[in-house]
Structures are given as C-alpha cells and as structure tokens.
C-alpha cells in the first residue's frame, strides 16, 4: 500500500507560480512511475506530467514549457512546479503512483488562478 499527501497548492494571481509537493510513503520510492493529474469543476480528470523511476519526464502538450515535475529519491518526493499559470488551469491536483498492477492517488490539492 502506497500512501500519497499533496500540498502546496492555494490561490495565485495569473502569471503567478506554485509549487506542489507529493510525499510517499509506504512503498520503495523509487520503484514508483510517479505522475500529477487535475480535474476541474465539471470537467474530466486530466493528465498533467509523469516522471518515470529514471527521472525521465513526461507532460502534456499544452504544460510543456510552464510546468516541471521532478523527483528526490532520497526523500520521497515529486514536485510539480508550475509558471506562467492562467486562470484555466484551477483544478484539483492529485499525485499519482504506479507500480504495476497497482495504481494509488492522493486526496488532492486545491490550485485557484484568479486576479
């Protein structure tokens, strides 16, 4: 059993930055494919940015550029640091980990962009 605990989200004005935390727990860190996700009111949870256990990342399109995801073995964490934000990408934003065939969430952070 993997446990996930996001923070570090909060309110942001557009063009503004945040850095979100996953810690993990239960589990041998580095053996997770690590990844972040987002859902927005009414709409589909989303893909947002993958990390594999190699440190090789992954992002949707639209992210590439603004958001990095990283990882620290040593302390099992992954981040998401994200620029440039808009108002489009308030969402709930959950830390993801796979280890095949299981798959484990956290209970979400809250991201509002909002002036």
């Known amino acids: 059993q993997v446990q996930l605990v996001e923070s570090g989200g909060g309110l942001v004005q557009p063009g503004g930055s945040l850095r979100l935390s996953c810690a993990a727990s239960?589990?041998?860190?580095?053996?997770?494919?690590m990844a972040w996700y987002r859902q927005a009111p009414g709409k589909q949870r989303e893909f947002v940015a993958a990390i594999t256990t190699g440190s090789i990342p992954n992002y949707l399109d639209s992210m590439k550029g603004r958001f990095t995801i990283s990882r620290d073995n040593a302390k099992n964490m992954v981040y998401l640091e994200m620029n440039s934000l808009k108002p489009e990408d308030t969402a709930v934003y959950y830390c993801?980990?796979?280890?095949?065939?299981?798959?484990?969430w956290g209970q979400g952070t809250q991201v509002t962009v909002s002036s």
């Open positions: 993801n980990a796979r280890r095949f065939p299981d798959e484990y």
């Open positions: 239960g589990s041998i860190f580095s053996n997770l494919h």
